[in-house]
């Protein structure tokens, strides 16, 4: 297969005019959804579904895509500028990018984001492009005895994401698990911590959560702080990153990449894992880890590349095989039957400007996005240097509509402020939500994982060791708790004596 | 008297670890426990619940004898409103609907603020604000939330 | 101005002294009309509520709203439409969990039939018997043999407690004497890798989830669940065809209004999404997803709703599932 014939037939589909209008309108509303904080992109695209049924499948693909990438984007935004985190992503996108925003660096964080996205859509572009085929099957080489030990490795990872005591990352992760429980098992229907309320029969949503831990509690912390006519942000110094800033983001923005693409591939909760994963990694092996949590502008690069890449590698096992990695794919799925086409290994030989029209569409999409982002940045700026007085009622409206959009139900709100509230007593007492809401995320899938792979395997745990995939997994999973562990005994003694 | 402790803020993290861990726990044993082979819905909770305290006494152990941070005052009054004008948006916005709902979310939370003060810009800013949700959310997004809620949907027949 | 907003003071006035419900019916639709979808975005009947809800608006002269209500198994969004005022204003639309719910929960507030005004059977969406390849049974007898000749690989999918999937598989069971491990999944996309790797056997799912992975042949479809063929797959026999006399399960849905609203009202839904089911266009882009149009009376959709619960509650109790 020539990949520059497949190339052209791609460009020649992606670059008619109607299908850059659909793209555009699918980047636009993407990032627009993604800056308003709760909006969910599977709502969206869901609305917009009937709509697109008039529309030729390509055109109808690409501009859902867009809606998809577009919203991954303009999260960042809002996680940056105002600690905001309206999805998974973006949660780590907070943790240095909000802190750069604060020094006056939101334009060089804004700018960073988005240029690692851009790289990140450029490489998985030309992946897609050369190896859709062999990288779609790797997709079904995880089972759920692969998945678990994913995510162990994974959870173990989040320990590292905490800026302060190990102790307490431990504690908020399996505080997070446990709150990941609530709702109804998947394996036996069985009620659990529902409290006979109807809304928490299907779980905590994780954005009430982010919301009120990060969105109410932020504010409060910032009232508590004197003078709110002062600007959140310092004089801002620059809307572009330096020369000293490129030579930092350049490793870290590769190494996110290559992470992502990979955890991308597996449908069953690998892009989840990849904004975290990049940054734990960036922590362990960069030069400049004392920074990470007060503004290190790795702790953008690396997470935001490998969210894109993550996004959209999410798409092969999707247009190979027919398998959806998330809500808003399994819409497009729907989008694509309605219109007659079916998704799986047929849809590259049988539509081939269906397939590379997508693909090279959303590198001309994460172009837009670039054009469209860079000049919006000075815009953004000015919009958060008003004063703090007058910005947060503001927010706390966004943060209210969007988390009652989620399911179009009041409780959402109310629950979110409870978690503004807990959120607030647990940051008072040096616990951090971070590795919490990772735990949240990760609990769920690792029972069920865990309980399907002893299903499968008739009981029997050694399924965990006897895949090689799994036993590798595990085994690094171990050496990491190790390496995390072994230093901070001494350390954490050490911090706590240094006080005062 | 004032019990005298070296790192207090370890010691009530602890404490609500404890507290959490054990409540989950007590809850889990509604829930069939199965074996570790065949793992019934109580079994994944008690295994999280039974190592959450533990870690729960390690941090309170920790808090006793080390010397650790104290915590910092708690801003009651900005707490108070900003989690009051919240729930009041949530009470309000099916009944009362948007319009009221902003109103109130706006006011009892900007009242959070030393800096607030009730005057035509502000009321320019609410109302520009409330137009803004108006527009994108309800028109635009379609996001199902009443401009007038049940309370005042007598008036819309008035509405020109 | 003035006058016109007096006149619409002394409408409102003259309407709350006459009889309220006459004057409606009459009047009816005078203002927007909420159809209630108790599921997220994106699957079946927020499919077709949105295409019919679009239609609907155009025939009502009023706007149709399309809400998502979902959460509790679509539980929260059915309570609504049962608690909404009695007035045509609030419609819904529900699925196949509707007539199985009773079953599994405890507390159920809403009562399938007696909360509710049956308005029109909307649709049915058949079930596949999908099994991975690497089995040699190519017709359901060989599947039935090849899964009593190997107990320890008869790993069956499932989407769930009380899914339409989990029922169909107990009813498989129950008719067939094959004994099965049901592992269970959150929806046909969590279920599909496992399918097409071999790790699961196999998995009893909708047409509209499963055909595209039919047609490319990573999953063998040996038999359709309904009584009839379906127009999606005319090739594939029925479970009955094959044998397994009486087997016929199903996800259907339709729209319902709560319990007392008007007769006339309920007549003029009918009529209207009647006529909208018979368009070609909504049939054929129903039809490509999977979704079999149906339509009638709204007596013929409570008969359906009343033998639905016999059968599913037959299959409940036999197979010893417990409401939680």
């Known amino acids: 297969m020539d990949i520059l014939t497949n190339l052209a037939i791609g460009f020649s589909t992606a670059l008619s005019l109607t299908n850059l209008a659909y793209c555009f309108v699918g980047v636009f509303l993407g990032t627009a959804v993604g800056v308003l904080p709760g909006l969910g992109v599977p709502a969206t695209v869901a609305m917009l579904l009937p709509a697109t049924f008039a529309l030729p499948p390509v055109s109808a693909l690409i501009m859902l895509a867009g809606i998809f990438y577009g919203a991954q984007y303009g999260g960042s935004t809002t996680s940056i500028l105002v600690n905001l985190p309206g999805e998974t992503s973006s949660v780590i996108t907070a943790l240095d990018g909000h802190q750069m925003a604060r020094q006056g660096k939101a334009g060089r964080a804004l700018a960073t984001a988005a240029i690692a996205s851009f790289f990140a859509g450029t490489v998985c572009t030309l992946l897609m492009a050369m190896f859709a085929p062999p990288l779609g099957a790797m997709a079904l080489e995880f089972g759920p005895a692969e998945y678990f030990s994913l995510m162990v490795l994974g959870l173990v990872a989040s320990i590292v994401l905490a800026s302060g005591s190990i102790l307490h990352a431990l504690g908020m992760v399996v505080i997070g698990l446990l709150l990941g429980l609530v709702g109804t098992d998947v394996n036996s229907g069985a009620q659990r911590y529902s409290l006979g309320i109807a809304e928490l029969t299907d779980g905590i949503n994780f954005v009430v959560i982010a919301m009120g831990m990060f969105g109410l509690g932020e504010i409060v912390a910032n009232l508590e702080t004197a003078d709110t006519r002062e600007l959140m942000i310092k004089k801002v110094s620059g809307l572009w990153p330096t020369r000293e800033d490129w030579r930092r983001i350049r490793a870290p923005i590769l190494r996110g990449t290559l992470l992502g693409s990979v955890l991308g591939l597996l449908p069953g909760g690998g892009a989840a894992l990849a904004s975290f994963g990049a940054y734990a990694l960036e922590k362990k092996v960069s030069r400049n880890r004392a920074e990470f949590g007060h503004g290190a502008i790795e702790g953008v690069a690396a997470p935001e590349a490998a969210n894109n890449a993550g996004a959209q590698m999410s798409f092969v096992p999707m247009l190979t095989l027919g398998i959806p990695s998330n809500p808003v794919m399994a819409l497009m799925i729907g989008a694509m039957v309605i219109q007659g086409i079916q998704p799986g290994p047929g849809v590259m030989t049988e539509q081939p400007t269906l397939f590379w029209g997508v693909v090279v569409s959303m590198w001309i999409g994460n172009l837009m996005l670039l054009v469209l982002n860079l000049p919006l940045i000075g815009l953004w700026v000015k919009m958060i240097s008003v004063p703090y007085h007058l910005l947060y009622p503001t927010i706390l409206v966004f943060c209210a509509i969007g988390v009652f959009s989620l399911s179009n139900t009041t409780f959402d709100v109310q629950l979110m402020v409870l978690f503004g509230l807990v959120g607030y007593v647990l940051k008072k007492l040096g616990c951090e939500p971070a590795p919490m809401l990772l735990g949240f995320i990760l609990g769920p899938m690792m029972e069920e994982y865990l309980r399907r792979a002893l299903l499968l395997s008739m009981g029997d745990p050694t399924t965990l060791i006897t895949s090689p995939i799994s036993a590798v997994m595990l085994a690094l999973a171990a050496i990491l708790l190790v390496l995390v562990l072994l230093p901070s005994f001494g350390s954490t003694r050490r911090e706590a004596f240094q006080d005062e | 008297m004032r019990l005298h402790v070296a790192g207090p803020k370890d010691v009530w993290a602890g404490l609500i670890y404890i507290a959490f861990g054990g409540l989950m726990f007590w809850g889990a044993l509604g829930y069939r426990l199965g074996t570790a082979g065949r793992m019934g819905p109580g079994y994944f909770p008690r295994v999280l619940a039974v190592i959450l305290v533990a870690i729960g006494v390690v941090a309170l152990v920790r808090g006793l004898i080390v010397r650790g941070e104290r915590i910092d005052g708690i801003a009651w009054k900005p707490l108070a409103l900003i989690l009051a004008s919240s729930v009041l948006f949530g009470l309000l916005l099916e009944r009362a609907g948007l319009v009221v709902a902003l109103v109130a979310l706006v006011l009892v939370s900007a009242s959070a603020s030393k800096e607030f003060r009730f005057d035509p810009k502000a009321v320019a800013g609410l109302v520009a604000l409330i137009g803004f949700c108006v527009a994108a959310f309800v028109k635009g997004l379609g996001v199902p939330m009443p401009i007038l809620g049940t309370w005042l949907e007598p008036l819309a027949v008035l509405a020109p | ?324």
């Not at chain 3, 769930?160 to 999937?165: H, K, P, V």
């Not at chain 3, 999944?185 to 071999?198: C, I, M």
């Not at chain 3, 669940?225 to 259907?252: C, F, H, I, M």
């Open chain 3, 1 to 324: 101005m003035c006058l016109s907003t007096l006149a619409k003071i002394a409408a409102v006035a003259a309407c709350m002294a006459l009889a309220p419900v006459a004057a409606a019916a009459q009047t009816y639709p005078s203002k927007p009309i909420k159809l209630i979808v108790p599921a997220p975005p994106g699957g079946a009947i927020d499919i077709l509520a949105r295409l019919v809800g679009e239609r609907l608006a155009v025939s009502m002269g009023q706007p149709v709203i399309v809400e998502n209500k979902p959460g509790a198994s679509n539980n929260l969004g059915t309570d609504l439409i049962a608690k909404s005022a009695p007035d045509g204003y609030t419609i819904g639309i529900v699925g196949g969990s509707h007539n199985i719910a009773k079953f599994l929960f405890k507390d159920l507030p809403w009562d399938p039939e007696k909360s509710f005004e049956p308005i029109v059977y909307t649709h049915v969406v058949p079930l596949v018997f999908g099994v991975y390849p690497g089995i040699p049974a190519k017709t359901l007898p060989e599947l039935v043999a090849w899964l009593k000749a190997n107990p320890d690989k008869a790993k069956v999918a499932t989407s769930g407690r009380g899914s339409a999937q989990e029922m169909a598989a107990e009813m498989f069971q129950m008719t067939s004497g094959a004994k099965l491990v049901m592992v269970p999944y959150k929806g046909s996309s969590q279920a599909h890798p496992d399918l097409l790797a071999g790790r699961t056997a196999l998995y009893i799912d909708t047409i509209s989830a499963i055909k595209g992975h039919v047609k490319s042949g990573a999953v063998r479809a040996v038999a359709v669940s309904t009584a009839k063929r379906s127009a999606a797959l005319p090739d594939v026999p029925t479970a009955a065809e094959q044998g397994l006399t009486g087997y016929d399960a199903n996800t259907n849905g339709g729209i319902l209004a709560p319990a007392g609203t008007p007769k006339p009202i309920i007549a003029r839904l009918n009529a209207e999404i009647n006529a909208i089911l018979k368009m070609p266009d909504i049939a054929a882009k129903l039809e490509g997803a999977g979704i079999e149009v149906q339509g009638g009376s709204p007596e013929d959709y409570a008969a359906l709703i009343k033998s639905d619960l016999v059968k599913w509650g037959k299959v409940v109790k036999e197979a010893g599932i417990e409401p939680e």
